[in-house]
């Protein structure tokens, strides 16, 4: 399976940009990139996904390298509920539903 | 629209017991997807089930066996519990034909202790 490396933990304050990197140097042409995060106590929860177009949604944005061997997950104004461990995870495309692989995630931690 | 229910949540046990573990999925999916997590870890991928068959396994032992109902309902079984099996189990749904487009739903897990 095609590998993601994210930092361990980031920091950030309430109300501001938020940017969380994700290096994938080994993905394949039909990976999607997804990412999830998980607060406290609960499941992980979708938040967007890409393949080689920058995605935006109600929750965040998706930049995606030319050579997509990185993404960036923009949360454009933080809050505390933002405060979770986010995953960023290749898909297959190919078709039929695959099991995630999950990494150690990035801590985001947002300040009051 | 309930999303994915899972039970019970929490559950303690004794070493060497069995356990069963229940999801109910989100309403229009047909796929289950089953994970365990450790503390400080991620999510690990256990099997998946669609069609009532095991589509897909992960790196887990014979002892984690699971099954799927004609209602898409899906149970986690794990025999001879060992103490390393504590852990936060997650259920996951999605729809086989477009999980890649439209992701996966998670539960919120059932919280299992092995003493």
């Known amino acids: 399976d095609a590998k993601t490396t994210q930092p361990n933990s980031m920091e950030s304050n309430e109300e501001e940009p938020v940017h969380l990197p994700c290096n994938h140097s080994?993905?394949?042409?039909?990976?999607?990139i997804h990412w999830y995060r998980q607060l406290p106590s609960q499941g992980p929860e979708y938040v967007i996904h890409?393949?080689?177009s920058n995605v935006n949604n109600r929750m965040a944005s998706l930049a995606i390298a030319e050579d997509r061997k990185s993404s960036t997950l923009i949360l454009h104004r933080a809050t505390l509920r933002d405060a979770a461990v986010y995953y960023c995870?290749?898909?297959?495309?190919?078709?039929?539903?695959?099991?995630?692989?999950f990494g150690k995630g990035t801590h985001l931690i947002i300040q009051p | 629209d309930a999303g994915v229910t899972q039970s019970p949540t929490h559950l303690i046990k004794t070493r060497g017991q069995q356990v069963t573990l229940r999801c109910s999925p989100k309403?229009?999916?047909?796929?289950v997807s089953w994970y365990q997590q450790a503390l400080g870890q991620g999510p690990q991928f256990i099997f998946q089930?669609?069609?009532?068959?095991?589509?897909q396994r992960g790196n887990f032992p014979d002892r984690f066996s699971g099954h799927q109902f004609p209602n898409y309902s899906s149970e986690l079984n794990v025999n001879a519990l060992l103490l390393g099996d504590s852990a936060l189990y997650l259920c996951?749904?999605?729809?086989?034909?477009?999980?890649?487009?439209?992701?996966?739903?998670f539960g919120s897990g059932t919280r299992l202790t092995v003493v």
């Open positions: 309403s229009g999916h047909d796929t």
């Open positions: 996951a749904s999605s729809l086989a034909w477009n999980s890649q487009t439209d992701g996966y739903t």
């Open positions: 089930y669609y069609e009532e068959e095991e589509r």
């Open positions: 080994t993905i394949s042409g039909t990976d999607y």
């Open positions: 995870i290749l898909l297959y495309s190919g078709g039929g539903a695959d099991g995630l692989t």
């Open positions: 890409g393949l080689t």
